[in-house]
Nanobody, 118 residues
């Protein structure tokens, strides 16, 4: 069982930056694929990006490539999502996820709100 807790969301202006964090419980963090998803009002949850257990390989949705960066610190059981050049369409609840394969969907956090004002 893995518990995930996101933090770092908030209100930011268009063009601004935010860093989300996701702290995971458990001693097997490094074995999990970690990822971020988001859900905007009235829309389905969508994949944002993911990172393999070793931290080497990353995947991104086309909509965030070049603007968002995923990283992880296995010593701290934490995964990060660095977001820059934010746009109003990035407004959503962002969820952290963990799983045994890509895309990860076995465990979910409670979500953190990101709002980008125009």
């Amino acid at each position: 069982q893995v518990q995930l807790v996101e933090s770092g969301g908030g209100l930011v202006q268009t063009g601004g930056s935010l860093r989300l964090s996701c702290a995971a419980s458990g001693r097997t963090f490094r074995t999990y694929v970690m990822g971020w998803f988001r859900q905007a009002p009235g829309k389905e949850r969508e994949f944002v990006g993911s990172i393999m257990g070793s931290g080497g390989r990353t995947y991104y949705a086309d909509s965030v490539k070049g603007r968002f960066t995923i990283s992880r610190d296995n010593a701290r059981n934490t995964v990060y999502l660095e977001m820059s050049s934010l746009k109003p369409e990035d407004t959503a609840v962002y969820y952290c996820a963990a799983g045994s394969s890509h895309p990860p969907n076995d465990y979910w956090g409670q979500g953190t709100q990101v709002t980008v004002s125009s």
